[in-house]
């Protein structure tokens, strides 16, 4: 990959933003669209992300709508995926409950199966048909904020002046640091295994199922693309999300398919792997979302478990909602807003992930008899769905 040179800064602008992922990318498009002036920075040259989150839930489909009223950004995603309407949970092979989206009062009752990266460009060509660019590669290294505005500082040594600063910029916030706030939580004893695979899956790519086991939790989903990296034609492609006491760093193509072998007995045939990475989980929610002229929002502001993926979709909100507060003038109420909506998220991908992976016999005795039970339930099973979905946060 050849390198570009790193598109000139500004001396001024209304906003900075730090981070060009998906929430960096929908607070863009959102102050495009109020015609407030920004500048949008990201490290990374074009194109040089991970793609670890798979799953566009139907609140977040309802905010690409409102960015785009015209309704052609959210036809180009849904173009690129698949659309799921039923989460299963299993004990193994063995089918425990069904969560069903597609009853859903919305506009779009499904979780869409789509990788962060396609989700990203659809942003990215969103923000450029209004006239809106990434400066990158850009790193930000320093933020200075006084009483008329903050400065960035890059590690080219270029600077920035801005009325506000955002941090978009992940977990490790430069903004968030700058700012002084804490991230408070903590940080999961498992390592969790992410890996994007071509293979039989006799469930098939209808649902997205969760699999319990003595060893830890699995998630498979599936993704779009019919031929696999060497152009064959068999087996489908999908997204694989397991715990794992300790793993490689690089996990190959044996430890996965000896991963499936144990957790899914009998399921699964993995022909390929296209990619595959190792990293560790927290859950935590930075203290503030606000400090003077300093905001946070996506995994700068809240991180958690990969259990139901809500992460990036929680991230993009963040983004609609704080582009509409500073376009609005009401970015105090930004916090008042955003903060319980990712105490809440992060609270019940916890409780998933506890339940999901507890090794205590007794308990996962009692999960396997109460969710059959329980999922038999409509009001329980519908709003566990709306959840999910994140339609509760409108």
Do not use: C
Not at 48 to 71: F, I, K, Q, W, Y
Not at 92 to 102: E, K, T
Not at 176 to 198: P, Q
């Amino acid at each position: 990959m050849t390198s570009t040179p790193a598109l000139p800064l500004p001396d001024r602008t209304e906003v900075a933003i730090v981070g060009a992922g998906p929430t960096g990318l929908a607070l863009a498009v959102t102050l495009a669209r109020a015609g407030i002036d920004f500048v949008l920075l990201d490290r990374q040259a074009e194109g040089a992300n991970t793609s670890r989150a798979a799953v566009v839930h139907a609140r977040t489909l309802e905010v690409l709508d409102e960015l785009d009223p015209t309704g052609a950004l959210t036809r180009d995603l849904i173009g690129r995926g698949i659309p799921v309407t039923r989460f299963r949970l299993r004990d193994g092979a063995r089918p425990l409950a069904a969560i069903d989206f597609d009853e859903l009062p919305t506009a779009h009752p499904y979780a869409l199966m789509v990788p962060q990266y396609e989700t990203e460009a659809v942003l990215l060509a969103a923000l450029r048909a209004l006239g809106g660019e990434v400066h990158r590669p850009h790193e930000v290294t320093g933020v200075v904020q006084d009483a008329d505005g903050v400065t960035l500082t890059t590690s080219g040594g270029a600077t920035l002046r801005a009325a506000h600063a955002v941090g978009a910029d992940g977990m490790h916030s430069t903004v968030r640091e700058s700012a002084g706030i804490g991230f408070t939580g903590k940080t999961y004893g498992e390592s969790f295994v992410l890996a994007d695979v071509v293979m039989d899956w006799t469930p098939g790519s209808r649902e997205v199922a969760l699999a319990f086991g003595g060893d830890g939790l699995v998630v498979i989903a599936p993704l779009p693309g019919g031929t696999s990296r060497t152009g064959g034609r068999r087996g489908g492609h999908y997204r694989i999300v397991a715990t794992v006491a300790d793993a490689p760093a690089e996990p190959d193509l044996a430890f996965v398919r000896r991963l499936m072998a144990e957790r899914t007995p009998g399921q699964a045939v993995v022909r390929e792997l296209v990619w595959s990475s190792r990293f560790r989980v927290h859950h935590r929610v930075a203290d503030r979302y606000r400090a003077g002229r300093l905001l946070l929002a996506g995994d700068a502001a809240h991180v958690h478990s990969p259990a139901g993926g809500q992460g990036m979709n929680t991230g993009i909100q963040d983004g609609w909602a704080l582009g509409r507060a500073l376009a609005t003038g009401a970015v105090d109420g930004y916090e008042a807003r955003r903060r319980p909506v990712a105490l809440r998220v992060v609270s019940l991908t916890d409780r998933m992930t506890r339940v999901a992976t507890t090794r205590k016999p007794l308990l996962r005795t009692l999960r396997n008899t109460a969710l059959p039970v329980l999922s038999r339930v409509p009001a329980l099973r519908r709003r566990l769905a709306t959840e999910l979905a994140e339609l509760n946060y409108r």
